[in-house]
């Protein structure tokens, strides 16, 4: 998905929908711990749609990773 606006929340749920539109399984989304991410909007959003949705979030730092 490309977009022009700020990267929100409303975008971040226009970019979910669209995956669940076109996928009529359950998806699993690897994201970042963006604010974004992790808004209150989103969560809620996830909860209602808990059985077609599921994200996981990378650590925000792994020291072993990048020592």
Known sequence: ???????RADVFLEFL???????PRKVFLI???HPVHR???IRNWIEK???RVRL???PGYSR???P
Do not use: S
């Open 1 to 7: 998905m490309v977009f022009k606006k700020r990267f």
């Open 17 to 23: 929908r669209g995956l669940l539109r076109q996928n």
């Open 31 to 33: 994201v970042d711990v």
């Open 39 to 41: 808004a209150i909007k």
């Open 49 to 51: 749609k808990g059985n």
């Open 56 to 58: 996981f979030f990378l």
């Open 64 to 66: 072993e990773l990048n």
